[in-house]
């Protein structure tokens, strides 16, 4: 089990169970679109990214993304980072039909997957990059300002298992999280003649 000392902020109560089950964090759930009216909610993840940190793991479907982007907004001062689920699609066993962009939520992840994508938070774990990747360096590998950037990017993220619909801030945040940039520049380019080929 991953021992993470930050708060994990969730959309639902069964996303906040499967993340339970790979680790020891404080976890608190949003309620989904709750989070936009409940003053006190937005007040209590305030006052956890100020005093703990707080790792935001929504959906990665555009629901997801939009209560990722408000509780960044929220947070204020306080700390936060990111964790992306991979795009996988399916359905959720307790429910009947799949999501509205078919994508499995946090509660579909295999406990394995979860744990891959919370290891890098995990006590113990590599420290924040001392040389991180920029936007610069999206720019010089033409994932950024290009005619193909947007389909670099999509391709970068499918390898990475990082949502394709984030913004290339986004994932600048989500690449310096899992991996050193020489791992970012050894990956970018065992696939950069893909990016020239769309």
């Known amino acids: ?9 969730v959309e639902g109560a069964y996303d906040r169970q499967r993340v339970e089950e790979v680790c020891d964090a404080y976890c ?13 909610k937005r007040e209590f993840i305030r006052r ?7 790792i935001v793991l929504t959906d990665s479907d555009r629901a997801g993304f939009a209560i990722r982007a408000h ?12 964790a992306y689920t991979p795009e996988i699609y399916g359905k959720e066993r307790r429910k009947a039909k799949p999501s509205a962009e078919g994508k499995l939520g946090v509660e ?11 290891r890098p938070f995990a006590e113990g774990s590599a420290p924040p990059p001392s040389d991180p990747v920029t936007k610069r360096d999206l720019f010089e590998l033409g994932l950024a300002g290009g005619r193909n950037s947007a389909g670099g ?21 989500a690449i310096n999280a899992i991996m050193t940039k020489k791992q970012f520049y050894r990956i970018v380019n065992s696939i950069k003649l893909d990016f020239t080929s769309e």
């Open 1 to 9: 089990m991953l021992h993470i000392t930050k708060a994990i902020i």
């Open 28 to 40: 608190f759930a949003t309620g989904g679109f709750d989070v936009f009216a409940d003053k006190e």
């Open 48 to 54: 956890l990214a100020k005093e703990k940190g707080i």
């Open 71 to 82: 509780i960044k907004s929220i947070a204020g001062e306080g700390r936060v980072l990111h």
């Open 108 to 118: 579909g992840m295999e406990p394995e997957t979860l744990e891959e994508v919370l």
């Open 153 to 173: 990017r999509r391709r970068l993220c499918e390898r990475l298992g990082i949502p394709s619909g984030i913004s290339a801030n986004a994932l600048i945040e």
